[in-house]
């Protein structure tokens, strides 16, 4: 079986797209498409646009989004999952592929994310960093014993966890986790604490825009950031989708759970191999590549 996955924030680099652009009448469509959607020529950006430009929240997201479903739009018959999934981010991502969402509805719901979560970074200062080499245990106890706000964010890969919260809190949280035997400890760059409580005003936002779209039953199950299960259910996949802002990205179990499934590849679709390496440090012996047109 053959699972199809798509990365989140992070994945972007410059030129990315241009290529899909250049070869593919329909891909250049849909990209056209999307800059009338979005109000302003993000493929400008995408294509030739510095470090610092893709860095906007409102590129960004859309960008690493369009890469994917595009890519995967441009596949046409060869496209064929059995499974999807998708990193924070990719999730939006994963439910156009699956048909879950149309490319329209998708590339709105990306977008007024990515504007809602500027707010909310604005509203609070607040920060996420990688913590390398500690068993998860060990991560979710420290975090628990503080009284500022700090959370698990991402479980990436075994001994490979993302944390999330008020600057403070990370600071203080760093300084424990290194002292516990952590291999890194380092702040990300990013504007503000992802899938924390503090994302809190961003999930209000984007519930209002998610609870106002249609949503089809997909063609194939998504495994879900909120709970690493399959779902086929418009309702269930919506609700999720809702509480992922807030919630932890769980993509050890969701990999593991795929797995289990019966997924013997693992096809990358989007901008870098992010996600493909992470599976490897989950399952060795897993198959993975990256979709190519």
């Known amino acids: 079986m053959k699972a199809y996955i798509f990365p989140g924030q992070g994945a972007q680099f ?4 241009k290529d899909l652009y250049e070869k593919s009448t329909e891909a250049k469509d849909l990209f056209e498409n999307a800059n009338s959607i979005l109000g302003f020529r993000i493929t400008d950006i995408m294509f030739a646009g510095t470090e610092e430009d893709l860095k906007q929240t409102r590129v960004t997201q859309p960008a690493v989004f369009l890469h994917s479903t595009i890519l995967a739009a441009i596949l046409g018959s060869s496209f064929r999952p059995d499974m999807v999934a998708g990193h924070s981010l990719g999730e939006f991502s994963a439910l156009v592929a699956n048909k879950t969402l149309t490319f329209k509805d998708g590339l709105i719901l990306v977008s007024k ?3 809602a979560m500027q707010r909310a970074c604005e509203k609070t200062p607040s920060t996420m960093a990688a913590i390398l080499g500690l068993d998860d245990k060990i991560v979710e106890d420290v975090c628990a014993s503080l009284k500022e706000a700090v959370v698990p964010a991402n479980y990436n890969s075994p001994g490979q966890i993302v944390i999330s919260g008020s600057i403070e809190g990370i600071d203080k949280a ?3 986790l290194k002292e516990k035997g952590a291999k890194r400890a380092i702040k990300l760059a990013v504007g503000g604490a992802f899938h924390s409580p503090l994302m809190e005003p961003a999930r209000l ?3 209002e825009a998610i609870r106002n ?3 089809n039953k997909p063609i194939c199950p998504v495994y879900q950031n909120v709970n690493a299960n399959p779902s086929i259910d418009p309702e269930s996949i919506k609700s999720n ?3 992922q802002l807030t919630s932890p990205v769980q993509w050890t179990q969701s990999v593991i759970n795929m797995i289990s499934d019966g997924a013997s590849s693992f096809v990358e679709a989007g901008p870098g191999c992010i996600l493909s390496g992470l599976i490897k440090k989950i399952n060795r012996d897993a198959m993975t590549e990256s979709a190519s047109f």
């Open 213 to 215: 779209t249609a949503f």
């Open 205 to 207: 936002e984007l519930e």
């Open 174 to 176: 760093i300084e424990i």
């Open 241 to 243: 989708l809702v509480s």
């Open 113 to 115: 994310r990515a504007l």
């Open 14 to 17: 410059s030129g990315m797209g």
